[in-house]
């Protein structure tokens, strides 16, 4: 095992990883920005180092930066966390090429599944239904109106090097799809680097379903249950709980077992989630992650499995701790995301933390960095505490949620602890019935 692991990430996601560093007699070395002096992570961390100024690209993205902190420290690893570095496959080969581990999957895989058109292409082949669309990236109108028509319109046009939503375009007939394609194009040149687009049929009352799996990376692999994150607005997920209220115990060993095999199959490394969609009862893969995820807590309560730990095991060259047959899912878990907001126009709101007290008691959770007097800065992401609830049924959990939201004081700033009281007295919500596209309209006719 290692003796020092550097983190290279902010926030709560930072603070989660520290505790299970600590909890496994690991020291730990946060990395921060001039604007996170006394953030949370710093204070706890057995060391520290400042990276640069507060931009992410001159801190948190700055790879010649983290690694000289790690080398004056002398860490053993480096944890990602998510986000920033987290799935860019040349910053985990430069972490190994200079000597230290990289906790997380090969650069192999990171390069495959951050390629959309390979991950799909990857996980046909393993036997993983997937969307019916085109085979590979379509260069031209021509080719994209040949594909359109086996495929059936609408079609979705997404980039290839794309992920989470970003510059997808509905085209429902030909004359729509040959506007759209060099507008699509253009964009994806714009925002991800690479202009290579692909198409597919459009799902349009779909469920986000993920499957969170791990892999010891000599074929090894369990999966740990699927998380329902359909509840988001602007690609952004607000509430996210497992098992899916969608799905019944059938489907979901078969899901869990498909996901679990396929990612056996390719000798995958550390934890990594699959992401489907799931419409009229069927799955249909749609993306990889190759990191760990904001909600992997809700995971956590229902199995009892720290997912972090086994991270850091399974990257210091361990075996996993248990098998399939020793993960036993129980209960109901439900994570809302709370951010640094307007509860209702969504723009966020940086600023000091005048008072500050999270709830507790038994089945709640909270990971947050936030603290009494604590400035939450502009310039990052305005997700500022995850407050996860476990229950034995999902009833008894959306009663403590409720309960926990009440009691949770969070002055200073504007927070979206709003929303959440709303969002649970919500019918559809509390029925289940509820797909990608629900939260959005809710938000907009409740606000
Ligand atoms: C889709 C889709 C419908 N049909 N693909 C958006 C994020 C990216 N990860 C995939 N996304 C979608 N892909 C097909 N073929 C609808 C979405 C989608 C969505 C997916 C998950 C969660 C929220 C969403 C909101 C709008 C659209």
């Known amino acids: 095992m290692f003796e020092k692991v550097l983190i290279a990430n902010r926030g709560e996601i930072a603070l989660r990883i520290h505790r299970a560093c600590r909890e496994m007699g690991l020291q730990t070395v946060a990395v921060h920005s001039t604007a996170d002096a006394n953030a949370m992570h710093v204070r706890l961390a057995d060391e ?15 790879v010649p930066a983290i690694l000289s902190a790690a080398a004056i420290t002398g860490a053993d690893a480096i944890h990602p966390g998510l986000g920033f570095l987290a799935e860019n496959a040349e ?10 581990t990289f906790i997380g999957p090969s650069p192999e895989h990171i390069r495959l599944m951050g ?12 036997g993983i239904p997937t969307v019916p669309g085109s085979r590979g990236s379509v260069r031209d109108v021509a080719a994209a109106e040949a594909a359109a028509r086996e495929i059936g319109y609408p079609v979705l046009i997404k980039a290839t090097a794309g992920g989470g ?6 085209a429902r007939n030909a004359a729509e799809l040959a506007c759209l394609l060099p507008i699509a194009q253009t964009e994806a040149a714009l925002f991800f680097g690479c202009g290579e687009v692909y198409l597919e049929r459009h799902l349009d009352r779909a469920r986000h379903i993920e499957v969170q799996i791990l892999g010891d990376g000599g074929g090894g692999a369990i999966h740990l249950g699927e998380r329902d994150c359909s509840l988001q607005r602007s690609h952004q997920k607000v509430l996210e709980e497992t098992p899916s209220p969608a799905l019944n115990r059938d489907e979901r060993e078969r899901l869990g077992a498909l996901a679990a095999a396929a990612v056996g199959e390719l000798g995958y490394k550390g934890a990594g989630t699959l992401e489907f969609l799931y419409q009229d009862g069927k799955f249909y893969f749609i993306e990889m992650n190759t990191r760990l995820q904001v909600e992997h807590p809700i995971t956590e309560m229902i199995s009892g499995i720290d997912i972090v730990r086994e991270q850091l095991r399974i ?6 701790d248990f098998q399939q047959a020793d993960v036993r899912l129980c209960g109901h878990a439900i994570e809302c995301r709370i951010n640094a907001e307007n509860p209702n126009t969504f723009r966020p709101c940086p600023g000091r933390v005048s008072d500050y007290h999270a709830p507790g008691g038994l089945g709640v959770r909270v990971d947050s960095a936030l603290y009494h007097g604590y400035e939450v800065p502009p310039h990052y992401d305005s997700l500022v505490a995850k407050l996860i609830v476990h229950g034995k049924s999902r009833n008894e959990c959306l009663m403590r949620l409720r309960r926990a939201l009440d009691e949770y004081v969070i002055e200073g700033i504007e927070t979206t ?6 969002l649970t007295a919500a019918a559809e919500f509390i029925d289940g019935d509820y797909d990608v596209h629900w939260l959005g309209r809710f938000v907009k006719s409740s606000s």
């Open 165 to 170: 939503g970003r510059g997808m375009r509905v």
């Open 315 to 320: 990257a210091a060259g361990g075996t996993l």
């Open 417 to 422: 602890i709003p929303l959440h009281q709303r």
């Open 48 to 62: 520290s180092v400042c990276i640069g100024p507060p931009p992410a690209r001159d801190s948190y993205l700055n």
């Open 91 to 100: 910053f985990a080969a430069t972490v190994e090429e200079h000597g230290f």
């Open 115 to 126: 390629n959309k058109v390979s991950a799909k292409e990857t996980a046909r082949r393993l």
